[in-house]
């Protein structure tokens, strides 16, 4: 996708994004309540050890410790799988609560389109997206060899709530806006009508757009008849901004699509 080099400001997080982190946050404690449930539910024999942790202990029988444990431990549980629900819940109506695809308006025409696909995203973000998912590759890596192992349950859940700890915040800005946003510049597809330029997702919604009539200038970089770089001068509330357009397929078509917009200007 293209990215100004000018007049970028910085965004703050939207209601989905800070809801999706709030529903994370619950994980390690869901993790770490189910690791004390299980493992009280698995005291093996009819007495247990109880006291400080250097002593002295106390043997005394097992089943009154697990029902005063778990009826702690349940309820807690209980609750936060309630809100991590009610989380998911609100994630699902805010996402169909967002516009649709892409609509032509009346008598709007498709000139060009096009999928810029990962060469469309230029090398810093290219590297910092790289660098981002090696915090996650190495959580994911932890949770598939601690679940693929021989330990006992506890022990996965206990080292799953740790690692979820240790590496779990990583996988946050995967889940972000400009997580997505990435996503959709490598997957989605770019459409030039005779009124605007729009960038679409995978699923065909449309997640930005520059208006032909803020389009002063279009020019090609450098390329070939395959992909090319292409830029744009736009200028919006006299605010003047270059825009790159990377990996832009079948170029030619694409730009004389584009200069249309700067003739009628």
């Given at each position: 996708?293209?990215?100004?080099?000018?007049?970028?400001?910085?965004?703050?997080?939207?209601?989905?994004?800070?809801?999706?982190?709030?529903?994370?946050?619950?994980i390690?404690?869901?993790?770490?309540?189910?690791?004390?449930?299980?493992?009280?539910?698995?005291?093996?024999?009819?007495?247990?050890?109880?006291?400080?942790?250097?002593?002295?202990?106390?043997?005394?029988?097992?089943?009154?410790?697990?029902?005063?444990?778990?009826?702690v431990?349940?309820?807690?549980?209980?609750?936060?799988?309630?809100?991590?629900?009610r989380?998911?819940?609100?994630?699902?109506?805010?996402?169909?609560?967002?516009?649709?695809?892409?609509?032509?308006?009346p008598?709007?025409?498709i000139?060009?389109?096009?999928?810029?696909?990962?060469?469309?995203?230029?090398?810093?973000?290219?590297?910092?997206?790289?660098?981002?998912?090696?915090?996650?590759?190495?959580?994911?890596?932890?949770?598939?060899?601690?679940?693929?192992?021989?330990?006992?349950?506890?022990?996965?859940?206990?080292w799953s709530?740790?690692a979820?700890?240790?590496?779990?915040?990583?996988?946050?800005?995967?889940?972000s806006?400009?997580?997505?946003?990435?996503?959709?510049?490598v997957?989605?597809?770019?459409v030039v009508?005779?009124?605007r330029?729009?960038?679409?997702?995978?699923?065909?919604?449309?997640?930005?757009?520059?208006?032909?009539?803020?389009?002063?200038?279009?020019?090609?970089?450098?390329?070939?008849?395959?992909?090319?770089?292409?830029v744009?001068?736009?200028?919006?509330?006299?605010?003047?901004?270059?825009?790159?357009?990377?990996?832009?397929?079948?170029?030619?078509?694409?730009?004389?699509?584009?200069r249309?917009?700067?003739?009628s200007?």
């Amino acid at each position: 996708m293209s990215q100004a080099r000018k007049g970028k400001g910085t965004q703050l997080p939207s209601r989905r994004d800070r809801v999706a982190l709030a529903a994370a946050a619950y994980i390690p404690i869901f993790l770490f309540l189910a690791t004390v449930i299980v493992a009280v539910l698995l005291i093996p024999g009819e007495m247990v050890q109880v006291g400080r942790r250097r002593g002295p202990y106390t043997l005394v029988p097992a089943l009154p410790v697990q029902i005063g444990v778990l009826a702690v431990a349940v309820p807690l549980a209980g609750v936060v799988l309630a809100r991590m629900a009610r989380a998911a819940y609100s994630l699902w109506t805010t996402r169909h609560a967002e516009p649709g695809g892409f609509v032509l308006v009346p008598g709007e025409i498709i000139a060009w389109r096009g999928k810029q696909g990962w060469r469309g995203i230029d090398r810093t973000r290219l590297v910092m997206a790289l660098l981002t998912c090696i915090g996650p590759a190495l959580y994911v890596g932890w949770l598939v060899h601690v679940w693929t192992g021989g330990e006992p349950l506890v022990l996965k859940l206990f080292w799953s709530f740790f690692a979820t700890v240790a590496l779990g915040a990583t996988v946050a800005p995967l889940m972000s806006k400009p997580g997505r946003t990435f996503v959709n510049d490598v997957l989605g597809e770019m459409v030039v009508t005779d009124r605007r330029i729009a960038w679409c997702s995978p699923r065909g919604d449309q997640y930005r757009e520059i208006l032909g009539a803020e389009i002063e200038d279009a020019a090609l970089v450098e390329g070939d008849g395959q992909r090319a770089w292409i830029v744009l001068t736009q200028v919006r509330h006299t605010k003047v901004s270059e825009v790159d357009l990377f990996g832009v397929p079948e170029p030619a078509e694409a730009l004389v699509a584009i200069r249309r917009f700067v003739s009628s200007t």
